[in-house]
C-alpha cells in the first residue's frame, strides 16, 4: 500500500521575491528523484503540501503550469503566526524540501473549453489563477478557449505579483489585462484605481458564453460575486477556490470541512452554486 | 443466529488458549485499571476482567493509537517510515470487545479507507486483526446501542462473538476468518448442547430489556439537512467546556492532528533528527480550525458543538451512509457537566 502521508523530496532551484513587503516569495522546486516528477501529474487549481522536516506543513496552490515540465512553482506569503511559511522564507536555492500532492479537485479545464473566460484575481491568491492563466495561454491550449480577460487587484502598485509575467501577458492580444490597485500610493501607476468588485463592474464585462472564476481573500470574493451575478453570470458559471486549516490532505483528518464536503479533497474548487448548497461556515 | 453452529468452551480453559498462540498474537483484553476496565496486552499470570461493563477509554486505541510515528527523519533528511508493522510483525487480536465498539471499528474502516487515499497505518493494521466480541449480559444505564441498530449481541464488525453463560462460554463465527481462528482451535471446543443455546437466548432477551434508553432518530439525518441555521445550536452548547472528552472517548471519533517534533541536540542544525508524528485532536477545541491568518470559521462553542453533531449525524451518514455514533454511552458518562447526547438528539428531533 502506498503512503501518502510521505513528503518527496524537493531542492529548491530559485527563490523570487515577487512584492515590495517582501514576505511573497515564489519557490521553484525540482524533483529530487525523476521517478516522483514522473508521478506528480496536477491540474491547474490543484495544491500540495509542503513539508518541512522538524517543522510541519502548509497547504499551498501550485502556481506553475502543467505546461512546465522541469520545476514545480509554489508562491507562499509568510504569515507572523505560521511556522512552516516563516522557516521557508529563510530557505535558500540548494536547500531540500518535501512536497504531498497533488491534491485537490482543481479546476475543470474541459469545461472551461469552448467559453470565454473572466478570471479574477486579488492579493496573492493570483497564484492557481496564474497556473490556469499560463496553462490557456499556452500554444498548444490556446485555440481550445475564447476570449481571455485578466482583472487582477492588489492593495497598492508594490503588491502585485508575478509582475514580469503580468508584462508579458499585456503585449499579447490574445489576453485583456486590467490590473487596479486599492491605493496608488503616490506611484506613477497608469492602471485602474479601486477595489476589485467596483473595477468590475465599471468595465462590465459580458456574461454571454463567459465562465468567471474569482480567487482572493474571502471579503473580496464575497463582494465581487453579486456583480457577476447582477452582469449575468449564472452560479454554476463562477468558480471559486477555498482555504482552510488542513493537516493532513486527503480528507482523513476531518479538519476543513464545510459541511459534508472536505476542502481539500472535494475541492478547494467550487462552483458558487455548490457553495449556495454548503453550510454558511468559511 | 438462528442456523448458526455455536461451540462451547469453559471459561477457565481461555486463558491457557490464549497462552498457546501468544507467539503469533498481540493478544488485547479487557483488564481491570484504576478500578476501570481497559484493553491492555494479555500479560502471564494476569486474568481478563470477564464481567466488566465497558472500558472507559475506547479500543479503537487499538488500532488508531493515540500518538503514532508516521516516520522519523535524521542525517541527510532521509524519510524513514515508523510503526505501522505491529510489534514483531505479529497478528493482533482484540479479544472480549463489546459489539458496540466493535461496530465501530467497521464504520472507522469507512474513513481510513478510500478510493483516492488509503491509510495504510490503520489499514495494515486492522488487516491483521481478530476481532472477538463479548455480547453483554448487563448493559449500562447509558448504553443506547438498540436506537443505532446495536443490540447486546450485534456481530457488525466481529469476526467471532463470544457469549458469558457463567463457567461456561459459547462462540460463534461470524466471519470466515472467524471460522478458520475456531477451526484452528478445535481442539479447544466442544459443539454447543441445546441446553447452552437455551440459556444464551434467554440472557440476551435479559439484557436486551436492560436497555430503557431509547432516542428516535430515525430520521434525524434528515432533520438535520435544513438545520444548519436552526436557531437550538444557540443553546443546546451552552454547558459545554470544550474538554474534548467526549472526542476521545468515543469510539468512532477519528480527526487527528500531524506535528513534527526534533531531538532538542540537534534544534540547530539544518536537518535536524525528529519524528513526525500523528495524534488524536478534537473538533471541540478551538485551534482545529484556527487559520494562520487569525481567522477562525467556529469561533465559539455553538459552532464546534454543532459540527460534532453534524459530523456524527448529519455527514457522515451523507458521506459514508452510516450514522457515527454506535450508543456505547461513554461521552454521556464521562462528560465532566453531564452534557447528554441522547437529549441533544431528541430535542433538536422535535425542534422546529
Not at chain 1, 506611484?187 to 465562465?211: F, Q
Not at chain 1, 471559486?240 to 464536503?261: A, D, F, P, V, Y
Not at chain 1, 476542502?263 to 452554486?273: E, I, L, N, R, S
Not at chain 2, 532538542?264 to 533528527?273: F, L, Q, R, V
Request: hydrophobic share 35%; with cysteine.
Amino acid at each position: 500500500m502506498s503512503n501518502p502521508y510521505l513528503p518527496l523530496p524537493v531542492t529548491i532551484k530559485k527563490i523570487m521575491v515577487e512584492n515590495e513587503a517582501r514576505d511573497i516569495k515564489t519557490f521553484d522546486l525540482k524533483f529530487n528523484d525523476k521517478k516522483d516528477a514522473d508521478k506528480f501529474k496536477y491540474t491547474c487549481g490543484q495544491f500540495a503540501e509542503i513539508s518541512i522536516l522538524g517543522v510541519g506543513e502548509a497547504p499551498v496552490g501550485i502556481a506553475s503550469s502543467p505546461m512546465d515540465e522541469d520545476f514545480v512553482q509554489f508562491t507562499v506569503k509568510k504569515y507572523q503566526t505560521g511556522v512552516v511559511t516563516s522557516h521557508l522564507h529563510n530557505l535558500y536555492p540548494g536547500d531540500v524540501i518535501g512536497i504531498r500532492g497533488p491534491y485537490g479537485n482543481g479546476f475543470p479545464i474541459k469545461d472551461l473549453e469552448g467559453s470565454n473566460l473572466l478570471i479574477i484575481g486579488g492579493g496573492f491568491a493570483l497564484t492557481t489563477l496564474r497556473s490556469l492563466t499560463k496553462y490557456v495561454l499556452h500554444k498548444k491550449n490556446r485555440e481550445r478557449f475564447k476570449d481571455i480577460n485578466l482583472l487582477y487587484g492588489a492593495r497598492g502598485p508594490g503588491e502585485i505579483i508575478y509582475k514580469s509575467e503580468i508584462d508579458e501577458w499585456d503585449k499579447r492580444d490574445d489576453i485583456n489585462i486590467i490590473l487596479t490597485v486599492d491605493d496608488r500610493c503616490g506611484l506613477d501607476w497608469r492602471g485602474c484605481v479601486g477595489l476589485v468588485p467596483n473595477i468590475l463592474k465599471e468595465k462590465a464585462p459580458s456574461s454571454n458564453n463567459c465562465i468567471a472564476l474569482v480567487c482572493g481573500p474571502f471579503i473580496m470574493v464575497k463582494y465581487t460575486i453579486p456583480p457577476l451575478l447582477d452582469l449575468g453570470f449564472v452560479p454554476e458559471k463562477i468558480f471559486t477556490s477555498l482555504e482552510m486549516r488542513m493537516k493532513c490532505g486527503i480528507g482523513k483528518c476531518g479538519r476543513c470541512n464545510i459541511g459534508s464536503k472536505y476542502v481539500c479533497k472535494d475541492g478547494p474548487v467550487f462552483t458558487y452554486k455548490e457553495l449556495q448548497g454548503m453550510p454558511n461556515e468559511y | 443466529m438462528e442456523n448458526k453452529k455455536f461451540k462451547a468452551i469453559k471459561k477457565k480453559d481461555i486463558l491457557k488458549l490464549l497462552e498457546s498462540i501468544a507467539e503469533e498474537y498481540n493478544i488485547f483484553v479487557p483488564v481491570e485499571e484504576n478500578g476501570d476496565a481497559r484493553f491492555s496486552v494479555l500479560k502471564p499470570g494476569q486474568d481478563i476482567y470477564w464481567d466488566y461493563r465497558n472500558t472507559k477509554i475506547s479500543p479503537k486505541e487499538i488500532l488508531f493509537p493515540q500518538t503514532e510515528t508516521l516516520f522519523s527523519f535524521g542525517e541527510g533528511a532521509e524519510v524513514k517510515t515508523g510503526g505501522s508493522a505491529a510489534a514483531g510483525g505479529k497478528e493482533y487480536l482484540i479479544f472480549g470487545i463489546r459489539p458496540c465498539d466493535a461496530q465501530a471499528i467497521s464504520l472507522l474502516n469507512k474513513v481510513f479507507e478510500g478510493e483516492d487515499f488509503k491509510d495504510p497505518y490503520y489499514l495494515e493494521r486492522r488487516k491483521k486483526t481478530t476481532v472477538i466480541a463479548l455480547a453483554c449480559n448487563k448493559p449500562q444505564i447509558d448504553c443506547f446501542c438498540t436506537s443505532l441498530n446495536g443490540k447486546p449481541d450485534n456481530e457488525e464488525g466481529s469476526d467471532i462473538i463470544l457469549f458469558d453463560l457463567g463457567e461456561d462460554i459459547l462462540a460463534g463465527a461470524v466471519t470466515k476468518k472467524g471460522e478458520k481462528f475456531i477451526e484452528k482451535l478445535n481442539k479447544w471446543f466442544k459443539e454447543a448442547g441445546k441446553q447452552d443455546i437455551t440459556k444464551k437466548d434467554k440472557l440476551m432477551d435479559l439484557s436486551l430489556k436492560k436497555i430503557q434508553s431509547q432516542v428516535d432518530i430515525q430520521n434525524i439525518k434528515e432533520k438535520l439537512d435544513n438545520d444548519f441555521g436552526a436557531s437550538f445550536w444557540n443553546e443546546i452548547h451552552q454547558k459545554c467546556l470544550g474538554c474534548g472528552i467526549c472526542t476521545y472517548l468515543c469510539p468512532t471519533c477519528h480527526c487527528f492532528d500531524i506535528t513534527d517534533e526534533i531531538n532538542p541536540e540537534t534544534a540547530d542544525s539544518k536537518t535536524p533528527k525528529g519524528r513526525r508524528v500523528r495524534c488524536w485532536d478534537s473538533c471541540m477545541y478551538p485551534l482545529f480550525t484556527m487559520h494562520a491568518s487569525g481567522h477562525n470559521p467556529r469561533p465559539t462553542f455553538k459552532e464546534r458543538m454543532r459540527q460534532r453533531i453534524m459530523h456524527k449525524f448529519n455527514y457522515c451518514p451523507e458521506n459514508f451512509g452510516e450514522i457515527f455514533c454506535v450508543g456505547c454511552g461513554r461521552c454521556v458518562r464521562n462528560c465532566p457537566v453531564n452534557i447528554d447526547i441522547r437529549e441533544m438528539l431528541i430535542y433538536i428531533g422535535s425542534a422546529k
